[in-house]
Nanobody, 120 residues
Framework: QVQLVESGGGLVQPGGSLRLSCAASGSIFSFNDMDWYRQAPGKQRELVASITRGGSTNYADSVKGRFTISRNNAKKTVYLQMNSLKPEDTAVYYC??????????????WGQGTQVTVSS
């Protein structure tokens, strides 16, 4: 059984920073692409940032220059450093991972989400 567990969300003032973490556990051989998505109330879930196994990154235009995705393969953890936060960044943030299990099968897993609220 594989789990992705996010942490690091919370309430922050506009212009502040947060660092989200997503730790994978279970029968994992490796994990490939890892992504952060977010979903604001009344809106569709959107891709925020992604990182390949080799470390190539991609960002939504709305967060370019403010957010940084990174990963530590040894710790099976992906991070999202969020700087210069704006009220419109308020959402539930979800981690999504493409995981290769110990049986060498590839599956997509989602975390449970962590709330980020940007407000004064």
């Amino acid at each position: 059984q594989v789990q992705l567990v996010e942490s690091g969300g919370g309430l922050v003032q506009p212009g502040g920073s947060l660092r989200l973490s997503c730790a994978a556990s279970g029968s994992i051989f490796s994990f490939n692409d890892m992504d952060w998505y977010r979903q604001a109330p009344g809106k569709q879930r959107e891709l925020v940032a992604s990182i390949t196994r080799g470390g190539s990154t991609n960002y939504a235009d709305s967060v370019k220059g403010r957010f940084t995705i990174s990963r530590n393969n040894a710790k099976k953890t992906v991070y999202l450093q969020m700087n210069s936060l704006k009220p419109e960044d308020t959402a539930v943030y979800y981690c999504r991972g493409v995981v290769v299990t110990s049986t060498l099968n590839e599956y997509v897993y989602w975390g449970q989400g962590t709330q980020v609220t940007v407000s004064s």
